[in-house]
């Protein structure tokens, strides 16, 4: 149940940053819900092998590169989706960074269950 309501809270982030960014387009609710799953899925398969196959340049840069991948992996979930755009991979990192804190936030006040 907890993972529903994680999952469906990154959705209404989704929308709320359809509005305020104005690189990124959302049309509406279900769309957003598309997003969250087909993010779900993009960072389970392929975030692992473009941090595999970058992994010099992300020394190189000092982690700095892992920033360009998460934007990348916006823009693919841009062209996955109809009804999201992504209008520049500048427009992706800054949709990732803002997502990743937002998604921190919200966890944080939601918590974790007590496990007895």
């Not at 360009?68 to 990732?96: M, P, Q, R, T």
């Not at 919200?106 to 007590?114: C, H, L, Q, R, W």
């Amino acid at each position: 149940m907890k993972q529903i309501i994680r999952f469906l809270l990154t959705a209404l982030i989704v929308v709320l940053l359809g509005r305020f960014l104005s690189g990124i387009h959302v049309d509406d609710y279900i769309t957003a819900i598309i997003v969250a799953l087909v993010l779900a899925v993009l960072n389970i398969i392929v975030k692992p092998l473009l941090q595999i196959l970058t992994f010099p340049i992300t020394i190189v840069t000092f982690g700095l590169f892992l920033f360009v991948i998460n934007g990348l992996i916006i823009l693919l979930a841009g062209y996955l989706v109809g009804g999201f755009h992504v209008d520049s991979i500048w427009s992706g990192i800054l949709f990732s960074i803002l997502l990743t804190i937002l998604q921190s936030i919200i966890y944080s006040i939601v918590g974790e269950e007590d496990k007895k």
